[in-house]
């Protein structure tokens, strides 16, 4: 690590939770959210794809503004802008896909090798790619260029999934969930490489969440139980909140000290 980054790390804590089970339980109900949210606003509020996204973009980078300028990790601000990203990586995919007509499959490919691209740059630049790492300002914004090609993926992959292969929401959810389980069984019994086990179930759980969103509110007639993205959009923010609260009171998922390089 360079002198200015060890000075940097001397002002900055890392700035992401801890690895735990509240952290994936929250990440699930954030991506749910994403889906629910974005057709929330573009759909039943009557505003449209393209208002609702400059609206939601503006939002986001008002948050990512004050989650970047904090010195440690505060849940608040952090699982805040997790949402936001949540919800403009929804409709990061749905103005190509409905409003300029690309298909699924080239949004998913052209997703993936942005992904890519962001891991490959991150990691030559900086030698890892460990969340436990990062505390200085260019690791954080690789962080939040990774997380916001992985909702947008994760938005087409399972619309992919879902209604292109005709596989249906809650079957779809089913196979993203068990390929998480692969992953987490790999990591448990096979040594699969801790950092790579994490991008990948970090990347299959925007599928998922939006897969279980979209068999919740989607009618039954389309596939879903006919909850309405208003019903599930307030269950899942609520559940959300109050995870947050807990986590900002008890602090189980805070990082204290510097961790070591990996």
């Known amino acids: 690590m360079s002198r200015s980054q060890y ?99 080239t949004t998913s490919i052209a997703f993936g090798l942005f992904l890519a691209v962001v891991f490959t740059v991150w990691f030559l630049s900086e030698r890892t790619l460990s969340i436990h790492s990062i505390f200085t300002r260019k690791r954080e914004l690789f962080y939040w260029a990774a997380i916001l090609f992985t909702f947008a993926l994760g938005t087409s992959a399972g619309d992919l999934m879902a209604e292109r292969f005709n596989l249906g929401y809650g079957p779809a ?6 390929m998480i389980a692969v992953t987490f069984a790999l990591y448990r019994f096979a040594r699969l490489n801790a950092i790579l086990a994490f991008w990948v179930a970090y990347i299959l759980t925007r599928p998922l969440g ?17 909850w309405g993205t208003i019903n599930t959009s307030l269950l899942f923010l609520v559940a959300i909140l109050g995870l947050v609260v807990f986590l900002t009171v008890s602090k189980a998922d805070r990082i204290e000290q510097l961790p070591a390089e990996t």
């Open 7 to 105: 000075a940097d790390a001397e002002l900055m804590l890392n700035k992401v939770p801890e690895v735990t089970v509240y952290f994936w339980i929250i990440k699930i109900l954030a991506t749910t959210v994403g889906e629910t949210a974005a057709d929330l606003l573009a759909t039943e509020l009557g505003l449209g794809l393209t208002v609702t996204s400059w609206i939601m973009t503006a939002v986001f980078v008002v948050a990512l503004i004050v989650q970047l300028r904090a010195k440690r990790y505060i849940p608040t601000p952090y699982w805040l802008t997790v949402v936001l990203i949540s919800v403009v990586g929804t409709l990061i995919s749905d103005n190509l896909v409905d409003g300029m007509g690309v298909s699924l499959i």
């Open 173 to 178: 959810a089913i196979v993203f969930a068990t």
């Open 210 to 226: 939006a897969s279980v969103g979209d068999f919740l509110a989607k009618p039954v007639i389309a596939g879903g139980l006919g």
